[in-house]
Every structure is written in structure tokens, then in C-alpha cells.
């Protein structure tokens, strides 16, 4: 299988690790391992004690699908895999998918939900939001995308890279528009738990619909990306039972210390999702102030909820030329919206890091020196 460059990925195989500022990863502050042992019960700290480096469950220690099934209404155990996040979206597509299916995606978006699709020889329409004072996914545009042969909607709210949100009913008008056409629903579920309003936390999809997959992990929310740790949920049993005929030849199986450090953090998520918020709100405080006094510069279009957000540039600098100049001359990785295949002058900044308004001070002394 020959497929394009991830351009996401390859942009932080080049900066990621060599630059001293990151003002656009997508994740919360990462637990330290001792921070997160110091969570676990008596009962957990023993599994962690006593654990051998063997081969694991191809589906997830028991436990640790207990405690996923618990995040969902109406999921069972049985109906959880465990695996990467970006194995779940390879191998979930691989499965659902065959040349010639049309497939709908939201967009901007994580390339691998259409990357995949088109390597696969589906034909893929691209679902964009309204950009007002906030970035509006339209059903009815949505609607006017699906064909006679789509065979799959992928979704993901909260968005990445504008932390858009829709309505619950706008979610249930999709549901009932894949429910009327058996359209299998895939649902990009990484950023849940942090909204900032509870109100606008959407249910999972697969607690809605017989036909949905849903993705989740504990890359983000968690703020556990080291881990390696994710799962695909659905209530489809025949898709399910493939997922994991063709995990056999991917990961197999799982790594068993993460598999024992994910069921610590997810018997600690409320915790972890208050003390991430926390993080969120003090830097949108700053992220606030930042583009409120230089609204002559950029356009900040608040997110409703994720670690992430996208503002505009009003220069005609491109944001490639701008992103480039500010980290070759002060550290600083933002991620250019060219990354994404995204016409515009938009950047992705996150909203999760501890250190985001010591950068935002430094990233404020080079707009001024070097643009006003």
C-alpha cells in the first residue's frame, strides 16, 4: 500500500523535538509516570508491581475494557478493542471500505480519516464549516454531499484543528440520515470530555446507533499520548469481529504496561479531565487577552471545546512564510493551516500546555519587533 506523506506528521518530525517552544500540540500537560502511579489504588499498584512482559489480550487487558465500557451508555466489554489510535483509524477503514465507496469526511481534519479512504480508491467528499464568529459545521451541507454509493460519514467533534462543536440534535439529524441509508458512521471521539461548557458534551455515537463506530484514547483527553493507548467501540458485531482479524496483522496485540497505566488513569478521569480543563481555561484567559489586543493581526475565532484552536492571520504574509520565520528565529512551532491542505492563512495553537503564556510572551515580542 503506497500512500502520500502525512504532512501533520512530517511537520513535527522536524520541529517537534528540535524546537524549545511548542505553541500547537494537541494534547494536555503529559502525567509523569510517577504522577500517575501515585493515582492508582492498592489493588492497581499491585498489577503495576507484579506485571510481566508478556504478550497481552488482542483486545485489551479485561480491566481495562471494564473501564472503557464505562464511558459509554450502552457499550459492553466485549464490544471494546484496544489498540493505537492511528492503528483503529488504518484498520477500521480498511475493513469498512473498498474501492469505490464514497465516503464523507469532515475537513480540515487528521489526514489519516481521508488519507486512507482515497488510498483505497473511494472517492472522498471533504464536509467544511462556515467561518462567522465561530467555526459552524451545516448539516444541510452535509446532507447535499451524500451520494447513492456513500458508504461512510466520519465525524469528529470536539474538531480538530478549530475546536468546533455542533448541536445534540444536529448529531441526531446525522445519525438519522446515515440510519435512513445504512450509512456506517465513524466517529473521532479523542477530544471528549473537554468542553468547556458540559452542556455541549455530545453522547457517543455508538450509544446512538447500531451502525457507528467511535474512536477514542488517552492521547488528548487524558493527557496520556505516550501511552499508545486507544480503542474503537461499536454495537456492529460483524465489523467488530473483522477489526480484530485484521489487528493480527498490525499490532497484535497491546504494550502490558500501558494496558495497566490506562486502567489507573481511567479510574482517575475525573480528576484528570478537571485538572485539564483547568489548564485550558487559564491559557484561554491568555489566548484571549493575546489576540484581543492584536485583533488588527489575527482573527481569533474561540474554540467551544479540545485543547486546540485556529486563528487567522490578516497579513499577507503566508502563514507557511510566518510559521517558518518564527521558529528558525525564536523556537516557536506553530502548525501553518498548509499542513492540513486548508486554504487560508490559519494556525493551529494549543490549548494545553502548562508553559503556554510564558511562550505567548516570547511569541508576542517577535510579532511586535518583526511586524509592528
Known sequence: MKIKPFELERYFARYEFSSPYLLSCSDCEAFSLNELLELADKKNRKLWDNLKLSYTESAGHPLLREEIARLYDSVLPEQVNVMVPEEAIFIAMNCILQKGDHVICTFPGYQSLYQIAETLGCEVSKWEPELNETWDFNVEDLKQLIERNTKLVIINFPHNPTGAMISHQHQLEIIYLCRQKNIILFSDEMYRFLEYDEEDRLPSVTDLYENAVSLFGLSKS????????????SRNKK???????????????????????????????DFIFKRNLQIISD??????????????????????????????????????????????????????????????????????????????????????????
Do not use: H
Open 222 to 233: 487524558f493527557a496520556l499520548p505516550g501511552l499508545r493507548i486507544g480503542w474503537l467501540v
Open 239 to 269: 465489523l467488530m469481529e473483522e477489526i480484530a482479524c485484521f489487528k493480527d496483522y498490525t499490532t497484535i496485540c497491546n504494550n502490558a504496561p500501558g494496558e495497566i497505566l490506562a486502567i489507573i488513569a481511567l479510574q482517575n478521569k
Open 283 to 372: 491559557n484561554l484567559v491568555a489566548a484571549d487577552a493575546f489576540f484581543g489586543k492584536y485583533k488588527n493581526f489575527f482573527k481569533w475565532i474561540r474554540p467551544k471545546a479540545g485543547s486546540i484552536g485556529f486563528p487567522e492571520m490578516k497579513t499577507n504574509i503566508s502563514v507557511e512564510e510566518f510559521a517558518k520565520d518564527l521558529v528558525e528565529k525564536r523556537g516557536i512551532m506553530i502548525l501553518p493551516s498548509n499542513v492540513y491542505d486548508f486554504k487560508g492563512n490559519f494556525f493551529r495553537i494549543g490549548l494545553g500546555r502548562k508553559n503556554m503564556k510564558e511562550v505567548m510572551g516570547i511569541f508576542e515580542e517577535y510579532v511586535v519587533s518583526e511586524f509592528l
